[in-house]
């Protein structure tokens, strides 16, 4: 069968060859591991077909291709297909008909051999850059970019070997000291070992073996993979540091704890050198937090000891990167990590609580990430925590950044159910006390004050099942009295925690309360510039929705029915719509569905339309012939008289009963309609008043006079005269941007057929005066 697939790659069958390449990919998928003997002498002829002149499908090639490197596996298609990119070192341009297989390589190589990549690709990649060495030393910049840019290719394939390899204990170290080597003297290279290193690592994990080999270098890589991330060279690129910091974060977890250690407090003593530059203390918190996740229990304790000074730095940046340090601490699965916590649980409270009047805004995130977690492990007689730091969280819920509220939100909810376990008390006295020092919030500025509320709509929502009846009480008549408030944020809150009571609570708890809703909502409703009308009347309709028209009438004031009855008419003819049959709808669905088009024959019955001819959309129409007959039959209905005019009363009568003074009006009118008619054409002007006004029923004149060549007519016979001191008669034709537009190409086309026309007549014309003169 793959034999008789692959005979379709056949010149011959060229049309069909984006099917037979799709059908090669699946083949190849399903079947190339198993059946490679057979598949990989087929793959010569597939990489042929790319050399082809005018082969545009390289995409189902390279898919092909890769499927096979995929199944197969690289040793075995670089066996049939050689790359052959070290033959033409001596010519320039080199023949390299292969290289393009270099990125197809690198998406699909997995599960392979390191001893592949180290014996047989490595050597061509040296060969590679020794030539582009040469050329760039004889001041061939281009010859050396290229040859710069292929061996830079060959070694991006190694990401794909460390994906999964099968020989790591026999290949890996052989292969470690000449990557160890290359990080420290190939900085084009270091993004590209430091990833493959990463992925070897995760390959491996599970499989005790080569993990213990992978891991045996790690004090080889470590110093210098730390070095490459704390160096202060300007060169180094970003994405240089990022790829190195993962390698560090992969290799550290299947690092032995005593090595994890020293590199630890190696990197805590650099941090408290007095002539450290910035950027260096960053990158040294960044490398302590990586390790923070693997130091055994004793060395956590050095480690909390040289952060917390940190926290009450004057730079916003270290103290995030020392709350990510702790951050990484807290969040950590491993064991030493949950006892040292537990063990230190009320030191690492006093010193959050102790850094929150020095903590920077851009620490927010990292330190609300902490205090998640601190949250969760809080027992009893730890009430004075969740007090400290209430009002932060609840300032925390107005801040600008996104992610920021809703860590905010969340660590609200969580405080919520850590009172109820610190307290000691019943769930709906827990919730009680919390709200009210929540509450504590209302005296202080316009900021605060709706801050606080908002966080009273987050915890009345999440714990509306616990609440009572007499918190929900003094917290709507506290929401009805702000909303008479002149601070705009103020209120604003408040409407939007009367939608979450509204939505919530049961009608139960809410009824004895609504009079004094509706009072404090239509405040804001009778002005017309009030920024909460909208707002008002949305609450208004939500109580209506929830308690009927009739209760909510009851207790409205006068002046608020005209409102209310404008709800209940809208509120009816919005069920209407919605119970009302669809035949109408159906029937307009009809009516505005896509018109038709309709093909004007010729009536004498001639030669059938042509489809083909451009001049076809000048016989399209868009209206139905049928229709346009029946309104001609209809028009025929009305009477005429001896000239052939209609005769049309206003009142129905008989025939013969037409008034004469009708009748001499109408042969008046068209009379006059007849000269007006015959002294245009002879073209005369009509004298007369003519319309005035500014609306689109004035009358315009004509945009422009088509009566090009009038001064050439003769008066007493056919054709055009000569004029002395003027160009012989021709026929003018304005050079109009128009004549091009392809939508109006066969409407204007009639112009240059009437001058074709013209000109055959006169001539013909012409010939038979000058045979009769003869």
Known sequence: MYTAVVKGLEFKYRSSWRQVLKTLAVFHRVAGDKCHSVMAQQLPALVSLRSLPGFSLSSQLEEALGTAIAA?????????????????GDVYPPELPTSWLLPVLRDHISHSRLAFFRDHLLPIATTLRNTGERYQGAGKKMAAKLYTTLYHQVWSLLPGFCRGPQDVPDSFPGLARILGTALTAKPQLRITIATSLRQ????????????????????????????????????????????????VEAYI???DPSLVTTLSSSALTNLSLPNLTP???????????????????????????????????????????CYRVLERVLTSEGQPQKTFVRENLLQLMSLLCGSLSTSSPASKK?????????????????????????????????????????????????????????????????????VGVVLAGMAGSSHLVSASIISLS???????????????????????????????????????????????????????????????????????????????????????????FEMVSSVTPARGQRLLAHIKKTSERVKRKKTAPDESSEDEEEERGKRGSWIRESSGGGDPVDFLDRSLAARISSTHPVQIMKSQVAGESFPTSADGKLLISDQPSEPGEQSQEKMELDDTEGGRRKRKRESTEEGSEVGGARGGGKGIHRKQPDKMDFNYGSEYRAKKARGDVKIKGKPDPYAYVPLLGQKLNRRKRAKLSGQFQGLVRSAKTGASAGKRQRGRRK
Not at 373 to 388: A, K, Q
């Open 253 to 255: 977890s299947i690092t």
């Open 458 to 548: 987050k915890l009345l929502f999440e714990f509306k099942d616990v609440v009572s009846t007499h918190l929900v009480s003094q917290l709507l008549t506290s929401m009805t009295a702000l909303l008479s408030s002149k601070r705009r944020e103020v209120v604003k809150a408040a409407f939007g925690f009367i939608k979450i009571t509204i939505r919530v609570l049961p009608v139960a708890d809410l009824s004895p309360h609504l009079e004094e809703l509706i009072r404090g909502v239509l405040c804001w409703s009778a002005d017309p510039k009030s920024h909460f009308r909208l707002k008002a009347r949305v609450i208004l309709e939500r109580l209506c929705r929830k308690f009927g």
């Open 279 to 321: 950027g260096k203390k960053y990158r040294l918190l960044d490398l302590v937090a990586v390790m923070a996740t693997a130091l055994p229990l004793s060395p956590l304790q050095d480690l909390l000891d040289s952060v917390s000074p940190l926290l009450d730095s004057v730079d916003g940046r270290v103290q995030k990167k």
């Open 72 to 88: 197969m596996g690289p040793e075995v298609v670089l066996t049939h297909v050689p790359l052959d990119l070290d033959s033409g």
């Open 366 to 434: 990292p330190r609300l990430r902490c205090l998640l977690c601190l949250v969760d492990h809080v027992g009893h007689d730890s009430h004075h925590f969740l007090n400290t730091l209430t009002p932060e969280v609840i300032l925390c819920t107005k801040e600008t950044n996104e992610k920021c509220r809703a860590m905010a939100f969340q660590l609200l909810v969580r405080m919520g159910h850590a009172a109820q376990r610190c307290y000691g008390l019943s769930p709906e006295e827990s919730l009680t006390q919390y």
């Open 200 to 247: 070897l690592v995760e390959s491996c994990r599970g499989k005790e073996e080569e993990v213990g080999v992978v891991a045996r270098f790690s004090k080889n890589y470590l110093p210098i993979l730390f070095n490459l991330y704390t160096s202060e060279e300007e060169e180094e690129e970003e994405g240089v540091r990022l790829a190195v910091l993962q390698c």
